[in-house]
């Protein structure tokens, strides 16, 4: 790797790339506030309005793009938050990686399909196949 490794008051000092995704966490939990705020708020709002009303309210733009962005950031914070406990409790680094890899397809496809469903609101469709719900 990089040679002896470096201490501070008998604490090895992290000599990869910590002190960014550290900043990315802190970044996108401070954007998440006030969109989860939002998030809350409109589902106590739309809470036993109409299927009508809650079409109507997706179909609105900036609705749908601040509800896309709020599920791309949320998958995004829980990709970093979950690399960091698995690489506090997994001490293997072959399945780490294996894990985090796993772990950041999975919340990849989660983000994929949350924007898709909310675009498909957006413009009218519905949520499910025909079939499917009530």
């Known amino acids: 790797m990089s040679g002896v490794a470096k201490f501070k008051n008998n604490v ?12 990315a966490e802190r ?21 036993g309005a109409s299927y009508d009303a809650v079409m109507t309210w997706f179909a609105r733009p900036l609705n749908a793009g601040l509800m896309a962005v709020t599920a791309v950031l949320l998958f995004g914070y829980l990709s970093l938050a979950w690399k960091v406990i698995l690489e506090d409790y997994v001490p293997q680094v072959g399945a ?16 994929a399909a949350s924007v898709f469903f909310i675009v498909r609101l957006a413009l009218g ?8 719900g009530a």
């Open 12 to 23: 090895k000092i992290s000599e990869h790339h910590g002190a960014g995704e550290w900043l």
């Open 125 to 132: 469709s519905a949520p499910l196949p025909a079939g499917f």
């Open 96 to 111: 780490r990686k294996a894990l985090t890899g796993l772990l950041n397809l999975v919340l990849l496809v989660l983000a």
């Open 27 to 47: 970044v996108l939990l401070t954007a998440l506030l006030p969109l989860g705020v939002w998030v809350a708020s409109t589902g106590f709002t739309l809470a």
